[in-house]
């Protein structure tokens, strides 16, 4: 699957220009093909706080709210304690690129059928 980071600043700027809709969790591009992404919270690493080195190798990667907490990470604002290092983030929401089954063809969806039930 595609994954994307979309920042708050990022979608409210999008929602003003009327380039995407939202509907709950699925966030849908207006563009000629309009493809969907399903939105969870989630966070990128931009660097640590004190500018040093990266010893999780965490910068640069987005990750799932929930991945976070189960590393037993603190969130706080715009910051982020794994073990002994604090990170600065940035907050959002990672996007899955979801293949609507309503825009499959019913030769795509009997090839997708036969695929997950033979292998």
């Known amino acids: 699957m595609h994954k994307i980071f979309f920042s708050q600043r ?3 700027s999008l929602i003003e220009e009327g380039k995407i809709k939202l509907d709950r969790n699925i966030l849908t591009l207006l563009l000629s ?3 969907s992404f399903e939105l969870e919270p989630g966070y990128r690493f931009v660097k640590t706080s ?3 080195p990266d010893p999780h190798g965490l ?3 987005i990750k799932y709210e929930k991945d976070i907490k189960a590393l037993s990470a603190e969130i706080y604002m715009d910051s982020i304690i794994y073990r002994d290092i604090a990170y600065e983030v940035e907050s959002g929401f990672i996007g899955e690129k979801k293949e609507l089954i309503d825009r499959l063809s019913d030769t795509e969806l009997l090839a997708r059928f ?3 039930t033979l292998l």
């Open 50 to 52: 004190d500018g040093g």
């Open 10 to 12: 990022i979608l409210d």
């Open 33 to 35: 093909d309009n493809p």
């Open 59 to 61: 910068v640069g990667q």
């Open 114 to 116: 036969l695929l997950d």
